[in-house]
């Protein structure tokens, strides 16, 4: 290839410009962090559906059974009993609001906190084992479709700088209807990798505990490598109208095509966002002034969802012009 060649090439796509678009767009159009924002007030203030007498009778039962199973077993589920009784304390059913992977983003669902400025949330017992799969399935159903509404309209604005009503209320069904296929293959690869996983690390961690710490980190490991190519699956959807598998595909084929720039975006809005997360938590959670981490947190992360369909779009069309400037190529010679 001569310099003259090298020099045509289309230009990669660019972590700066795509980050600062991103903010832009939602500055101009900054109504569209009400959704977070009343997402964090509903985990916040709303009665939280809990499951604590259900985990606390499965404790008992455990316990019952570890003891007549002998003392090492007895042992080793005290070590673990205090963490079990702290999640039974904390457990709201309603983060499952926060889906994936399309979802609103939240500040509040990972700490469900148990205080708020007003007093502390109702707290909702689950009764069984069965309608706390019928809540978590309905919640995440709506946190699904709702969450397509959100990205639909964050696209937009980052792709055409404004809103398309009509189209948008027309593509809402559809696009709903391929983000729950794609949540739906998600649930099934991540089912297919842990529940061998699982078992593999429990015996590992019977067998020594280095070892089973190892294990960990190797499935770790293997999780993020086979999501991280999955990242931008949710993407194709929204800006090319793909199906859920083309989207997969074209995720994939993106992140192959760009994965140094790739790795440097997500790593960028992964620092990014967990970073900023720390500052919006500091208020306590039974002070009005996490109202303004709350709001933070909604501008940050629907400016950085923004930026990630405006690098979406960047890396696909530069893919598709190197693919047609390596086809002209190979016409000319």
Request: charged share 10%.
């Amino acid at each position: 290839m001569t310099m003259t060649d090298s020099q045509e090439l289309p230009a990669p796509p660019r972590l700066i410009p795509a980050l600062v678009a991103g903010f832009d767009a939602i500055a101009n159009h900054v109504l569209l962090i009400v959704f977070p924002f009343i997402l964090d007030l509903l985990i916040w203030f709303a009665p939280h559906l809990r499951l604590k007498n259900l985990i606390e009778t499965l404790i008992a039962e455990i316990t019952t059974l570890s003891i007549s199973n002998g003392a090492e077993i007895t042992n080793m589920f005290e070590a673990g009993k205090e963490v079990w009784s702290l999640m039974a304390e904390q457990i709201n059913l309603s983060v499952v609001l926060r889906s994936y992977p399309v979802g609103i983003p939240s500040l509040m669902a990972a700490s469900s906190p148990l205080e708020n400025p007003l007093g502390s949330p109702t707290m909702l017992e689950i009764p069984s084992i069965g309608i706390a799969f019928l809540i978590i399935l309905l919640l995440t159903g709506v946190g699904l479709v709702l969450g397509t509404l959100y990205y639909l309209l964050v696209s937009q604005i980052a792709l055409n700088g404004s809103f398309q009503w009509k189209q948008i209320f027309s593509e809402w069904p559809r696009t709903s209807l391929q983000v729950i296929l794609l949540a739906l293959l998600w649930v099934g690869l991540f089912m297919m990798v842990s529940v061998p996983a699982s078992c593999l690390m429990s015996v590992a961690t019977v067998a020594g505990l280095p070892l089973g710490q190892l294990s960990v980190l190797l499935y770790g490991g293997l999780l993020i490598w086979l999501i991280f190519p999955l990242l931008f699956s949710p993407h194709g959807i929204f800006t090319n109208q793909l199906k859920a598998f083309a989207s997969i595909r074209s995720s994939i084929r993106m992140t192959n095509a760009t994965l140094s720039t790739t790795v440097l975006f997500v790593g960028t809005v992964f620092i990014l966002s967990q970073g900023l997360d720390l500052l919006w938590q500091i208020p306590p959670a039974n002070s009005w002034l996490a109202l303004l981490g709350i709001a933070g947190h909604a501008f940050v992360v629907t400016s950085l969802l923004s930026a990630s369909f405006i690098y979406y779009q960047s890396a696909q069309n530069w893919i598709s012009r190197l693919e047609m400037k390596r086809q002209s190529t190979l016409n000319a010679s």
